[in-house]
Nanobody
Framework: QVQLVESGGGLVQPGGSLRLSCDIF????????MGWYRQAPGKEHEVVAA???????IYADSVKGRFIISRDIDKNVVYLQMNSLKPEDTAVYYC??????????WGKGTLVTVSL
């Protein structure tokens, strides 16, 4: 069984930064992809950033140049560094991992609010 626990969300002013963490508990063998998604009020769930096949990264156009996804293999943690935050980045952010056997797991999310 795999569990994901997100942390690092909170209230930040526009232009500020936050770093989200996703701790992965359980077997991490054969992870094929990991990523961060978000859902803003009244909007659909969307991918923010993802790492596929070990080292290929993708970013939503809206966050390119501002967000960075990374992973600490030794600590089993996935990070999302968010810079130059905008009010439209306000959302619940979720961590996701995929395995070779097709299984996928989600965290419960962490709320990011960008406001004065």
């Amino acid at each position: 069984q795999v569990q994901l626990v997100e942390s690092g969300g909170g209230l930040v002013q526009p232009g500020g930064s936050l770093r989200l963490s996703c701790d992965i508990f359980g077997s991490v063998f054969s992870i094929t992809g990991m990523g961060w998604y978000r859902q803003a009020p009244g909007k659909e769930h969307e991918v923010v950033a993802a790492v596929i096949d070990g080292d290929s990264t993708i970013y939503a156009d809206s966050v390119k140049g501002r967000f960075i996804i990374s992973r600490d293999i030794d600590k089993n943690v996935v990070y999302l560094q968010m810079n130059s935050l905008k009010p439209e980045d306000t959302a619940v952010y979720y961590c996701n991992v995929h395995f070779e056997d097709g299984m996928a797991y989600w965290g419960k999310g962490t709320l990011v609010t960008v406001s004065l």
